[in-house]
């Protein structure tokens, strides 16, 4: 059953880029952006996480915390994370449990995991959910979502 509007953040926990356990729960009372993507170092997820990176301080200053998932190891999310200096948290899907539990479609007829950036306001509800394998327009549209809700 994927995420829509209106419905609660899930529990869950996984693997941060340094290897500890990250909890859903950390972030309760807070924006979140949780942004799904098909992999570490490739050009289109690249320019995405630079462009949050980019806005980070934008996000930061809504109160609001970002965090990327893709299938990628804990380690290869350390080295993407070091590389292009990202300031914001990386989850390992490599089970794809995290796909699963927020219905994360698959792309280019099930060759790629998806793209898609869940917005949820600092009561954990779902605001906005923008579903597109272009890497463009996610980092505006999640920023444009948690202004309107405040």
């Known amino acids: 059953m994927a995420i829509q509007i209106g419905d609660k953040l899930p529990s869950f926990k996984a693997a941060k880029q ?7 729960a950390s972030i309760q009372h807070k924006p979140v952006v949780i942004y799904f993507y098909p992999k570490d170092f490739t050009p289109g997820c690249t320019t995405q996480a ?12 809504l109160g609001a915390e970002v965090i990327g998932v893709s299938g990628d190891s804990a380690t290869s999310h350390q080295n993407f994370q070091q590389k292009y200096k990202l300031p914001f948290i990386l989850l390992s899907d490599a089970d794809r449990k995290l796909r699963r539990l927020f219905g994360v479609p698959t792309a280019l007829f099930g060759l790629l995991p998806g793209r898609v950036t869940y917005v949820f306001d600092a009561k954990g509800y779902c605001i906005y959910i923008f579903d597109s394998i272009s890497a463009k327009n996610h980092i505006t549209k999640a920023l444009d979502a948690i202004k309107k809700s405040k």
């Open 18 to 24: 340094d290897g500890t356990a990250f909890e859903s």
């Open 50 to 61: 630079c462009s949050f990176r980019d806005a980070y301080q934008d996000f930061q200053d």
